[in-house]
C-alpha cells in the first residue's frame, strides 16, 4: 500500500467501482500523484478536525471515470484536488461540513451533498461554501450550509 500521508493511502484515493465495473484505467500520473500527496495533508487537517476517521467515497477519477459517472468537465476530482466523504462518528454530513466551514481549514469548495460532503483543495482557496439541492433531475447549489 502506497501511503498518500498518515491515514491515506494512494489505493483508497483512486478506489472506483465505475471503473472496475466498467473496465476503465483510474491510474493518476505522477504529477497528479503529487498533487494527491498535497489533498491528503490537507485531509489530515480535517480528520484531526472531526477527530475521527474519514470514509473517502470518490476522490481521484480519470477523465474517462468522470465521464461515466456524469461529473463535470471542470471536475477538481480529475485534478486530485477534491475528495467526497463521510465521516459517521463525528456526525451526519451537515455536521461535518458545518464544522469544516466554521474551521480555518483553508479549502477552495466544501459543498454539502446530501449523503456526503465534498471538499476541495487548490492553490488559492476560496472558501465556497455551498448545499446541492436536487431537483427535477438537475441539481442547484445554494450557498453556505442549508
Same mark, same amino acid.
Given at each position: 500500500?502506497?501511503?498518500?500521508?498518515?491515514?491515506?493511502?494512494?489505493?483508497?484515493? +483512486? $478506489?472506483? &467501482?465505475?471503473?472496475?465495473? =466498467?473496465?476503465?484505467?483510474?491510474?493518476?500520473? *505522477? #504529477?497528479?500523484?503529487?498533487?494527491?500527496?498535497?489533498?491528503?495533508?490537507?485531509?489530515?487537517?480535517?480528520?484531526?478536525?472531526?477527530?475521527?476517521?474519514?470514509?473517502?467515497?470518490?476522490?481521484?477519477?480519470?477523465?474517462?471515470?468522470?465521464?461515466?459517472?456524469?461529473?463535470?468537465?471542470?471536475?477538481?476530482?480529475?485534478?486530485?484536488?477534491?475528495?467526497?466523504? +463521510? $465521516?459517521? &462518528?463525528?456526525?451526519?454530513? =451537515?455536521?461535518?461540513?458545518?464544522?469544516?466551514? *466554521? #474551521?480555518?481549514?483553508?479549502?477552495?469548495?466544501?459543498?454539502?451533498?446530501?449523503?456526503?460532503?465534498?471538499?476541495?483543495?487548490?492553490?488559492?482557496?476560496?472558501?465556497?461554501?455551498?448545499?446541492?439541492?436536487?431537483?427535477?433531475?438537475?441539481?442547484?447549489?445554494?450557498?453556505?450550509?442549508?
Amino acid at each position: 500500500m502506497t501511503q498518500l500521508s498518515e491515514h491515506f493511502s494512494l489505493e483508497e484515493m +483512486t $478506489a472506483s &467501482q465505475t471503473a472496475v465495473r =466498467r473496465g476503465l484505467n483510474n491510474t493518476p500520473t *505522477a #504529477s497528479i500523484v503529487s498533487t494527491l500527496k498535497k489533498t491528503a495533508a490537507k485531509m489530515e487537517l480535517v480528520r484531526a478536525l472531526l477527530g475521527v476517521g474519514i470514509h473517502v467515497s470518490s476522490a481521484y477519477r480519470s477523465p474517462s471515470v468522470n465521464r461515466a459517472i456524469g461529473g463535470a468537465s471542470t471536475s477538481q476530482h480529475c485534478k486530485g484536488e477534491a475528495i467526497d466523504f +463521510t $465521516a459517521p &462518528q463525528f456526525g451526519t454530513p =451537515r455536521e461535518v461540513a458545518k464544522a469544516i466551514a *466554521a #474551521s480555518g481549514i483553508e479549502f477552495d469548495q466544501l459543498i454539502f451533498e446530501g449523503t456526503w460532503v465534498h471538499v476541495s483543495f487548490s492553490d488559492r482557496p476560496r472558501r465556497n461554501v455551498l448545499t446541492a439541492v436536487f431537483r427535477s433531475g438537475a441539481t442547484a447549489y445554494l450557498t453556505g450550509i442549508a
